[in-house]
């Protein structure tokens, strides 16, 4: 198994930031591959980024794309989520997530944190 927890969330205005952080412990080795997730009210699960433990490789939605910038620290076990000029329609509960393979399909993710909630108020 691998446990994920997130943190990080918050309320902020709109052009602001915010860092996501998302720890993992367990079976790490189990989950090369650490993907952010989002889910505004009403809506489905829509992927926001991923990168991999072993080489790297970030890759975003096109809807942060710029914006977004998604980093880990191998020693620490830790993926983050750097969020620069926020937009109300970022405002969602943002989950962490973990598998082996690389995927923008959430249901491809056998892993996840209990999410944290971004507000962003215009």
């Known amino acids: 198994q691998v446990q994920l927890v997130e943190s990080g969330g918050g309320l902020v205005q709109a052009g602001g930031s915010l860092r996501l952080s998302c720890a993992a412990s367990?079976?790490?080795?189990?989950?090369?591959?650490m993907g952010w997730f989002r889910q505004a009210p009403g809506k489905e699960r829509e992927f926001v980024a991923r990168?991999?433990?072993?080489?790297?490789?970030?890759y975003y939605a096109d809807s942060v794309k710029g914006r977004f910038t998604i980093s880990r620290d191998n020693a620490k076990n830790t993926v983050y989520l750097q969020m620069n000029n926020l937009k109300p329609e970022d405002t969602a509960v943002y989950y962490c997530?973990?598998?082996?393979?690389?995927?923008?399909?959430?249901?491809?993710?056998?892993?996840w944190g209990q999410g944290t909630q971004v507000t962003v108020s215009s």
């Open positions: 367990g079976r790490t080795f189990r989950s090369d591959v």
């Open positions: 990168i991999s433990w072993s080489i790297g490789g970030a």
């Open positions: 997530a973990a598998d082996l393979r690389p995927s923008t399909n959430p249901s491809m993710y056998s892993y």
